[in-house]
């Protein structure tokens, strides 16, 4: 049952300031929401659907801060209508989500599961009637266990699994989809995944991570070509976390360290996607490490992009000596440790800009981790509609740089699984109680409704001559 809260006076009309804002952006903006399908849908042995390697990880004894699992999460997969009627009633115009690989095809080879291509041909189908755009990822992060069991992305083989089940969800879906994006953020994949093993499948060797990268970035670029090789309508891309590296002081080690780094978050994937090469100092850096690369591989990987999706939560801070949490330098913070740094989202994309020739840009997720308590059915979460007019403005900032962004989706449409910290961060503009899946509008979802409202209403004539600088 969804909960309405704007009889709450907390929240009225848009602020002068953010409806000013929302005369920034041109007509046809994408504003939008985004989940993942691990993280939402919950029905995890339902239908037909294989186990995933974070139905795996979440059996390991402390894996999840909460020891919880997605087995249930937002309970998606059931209240499939009640949940895109919320995305409707928000105003926004695009929603962002992933297929369960393990879903369509519980062992990530052979047999394709009807039941679970149902329910993603109604998502879409859904969001179509009520006039949302359907923006696809293919792969965020749920590899079908039996995958993992013979290697997984260390090996090569899944490269060609990843490019058949692409031509297949191609097959179904690619005629209404408003986008396909192959991967999100392989760097989480590779390094939280198999470097730091925080993150399924909880592996532990920086070998084995940068192996991972390559495969990662080897399969978009042959599931990009096998998806034009059947004349896939849908505009393709990739999904990547990117966060300006700043040095944690002047001095010559603390910089070395985070232009390495930006080389191993940023460059390495870029020059990989935009220039098909991988960084020198990354590759020096990283010595025996390095990943096998086949001939061919860097020019299978460097295919044209239709567009790119950049996740822009915060900065990094990097440097040689113990690191301190932003919190100790007195820098505002969210319920994740992350530090609120708007400006680093037009930083970011300006320096994109001059290092690559883009493709149009989306920021694919954005958005912030707050305590939020449910009192008399109301959320007031000031700080998080604080900190989305914050980066919504640095966006528009870019945007007049002359970036040519395209659109914008709010992490997350619900509280959901986060991850290796289960239920205990609230990422959602709504409100979810678990015991009862009952949603409730947050004062957040009630601005960002009021603010695609105002976005809707821009005139061709208040954005003209603005449109992307061109
Ligand atoms: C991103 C993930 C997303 C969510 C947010 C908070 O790295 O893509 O699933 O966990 O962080």
């Excluded at 926004?92 to 519980?106: C, E, G, H, T």
């Excluded at 394709?112 to 992060?141: C, I, K, M, S």
């Excluded at 390095?290 to 044209?304: E, H, S």
């Excluded at 919190?327 to 994109?352: I, K, N």
């Amino acid at each position: 049952m969804l909960m309405h809260s704007d009889r709450h006076a907390g929240i009225g009309p848009l602020d002068p300031e953010a409806r000013a804002l929302a005369g920034r952006f041109p007509r046809g903006f994408a504003w939008g929401v985004a989940t993942s399908a691990y993280q939402v849908e919950g029905a995890a042995h339902e239908d037909g659907r294989g186990d995933s390697i974070w139905d795996e990880f979440c059996r390991r004894p402390g894996a999840i801060k909460d020891g919880a699992s997605g087995e249930r999460a937002c309970d998606h997969y059931h209240r499939l209508e009640e949940d895109i009627g919320l995305i409707a009633n928000l105003g926004a115009n695009a929603y962002r989500f992933s297929i369960a690989w393990p879903r369509v095809q519980p062992l990530g080879a052979g047999e394709w599961n009807e039941q679970g291509f149902d329910f993603y041909d109604r998502l879409v189908d859904g969001l179509l009637e009520r006039g949302v755009a359907p923006y696809l990822t293919l792969y965020h992060w749920d590899l079908p266990q039996a995958l993992q069991e013979s290697g997984g992305w260390a090996n090569r083989d899944t490269v060609e699994r990843f490019a058949e089940y692409a031509v297949e969800v191609g097959r179904r879906l690619g005629d209404r989809a408003a986008s396909i994006a192959t991967h999100n953020e392989p760097w989480v994949v590779a390094i939280l995944g198999h470097e730091a093993g925080n993150f399924a499948p909880g592996l532990k060797s920086q070998k084995v991570a940068m192996q991972v990268s390559h495969h990662l970035l080897l399969s978009h670029g042959m599931a990009l070509q096998a998806l034009r090789a059947e004349r896939c309508v849908a505009p393709l891309g990739i999904v990547l976390n990117q966060a300006p590296v700043h040095a944690a002081s002047n001095s010559p080690e603390d910089l070395a360290r985070a232009r390495l780094d930006d080389g191993l978050t940023i460059r390495w994937y870029m020059d990989a996607l935009l220039h098909g090469r991988y960084p020198e100092d990354v590759l020096e850096f990283l010595r025996e490490d390095a990943p096998q690369v086949a001939a061919g591989d860097l020019d299978a990987i460097r295919q044209p992009l239709d567009f790119l999706g950049i996740n822009y939560y915060t900065r990094n801070l990097s440097g040689t000596g113990t690191p301190l949490a932003p919190v100790d330098h007195g820098r505002e913070v969210t319920d994740m440790g992350w530090e609120v740094f708007p400006g680093g989202l037009t930083e970011l994309l300006l320096r994109l800009q001059v290092d690559y020739r883009l493709p149009p840009i989306y920021v694919t997720e954005n958005g912030a981790a707050y305590r939020d308590r449910l009192v008399d059915g109301r959320v007031a979460d000031a700080e998080r509609i604080r900190y989305l007019h914050r980066h919504i403005a640095a966006m528009a900032d870019a945007l007049e740089g002359g970036v040519d962004v395209r659109g914008y989706f709010v992490w997350s449409l619900l509280d959901n699984f986060e991850w290796a910290d289960g239920y205990t961060k609230r990422f959602g503009i709504v409100f979810v109680d678990y015991a009862t899946q009952r949603r409730t509008l947050k004062d957040s979802a009630l601005w960002y409704r009021a603010f695609c409202r105002a976005a809707a209403a821009v005139t061709p004539s208040t954005t003209e001559g603005r449109n992307h600088g061109r």
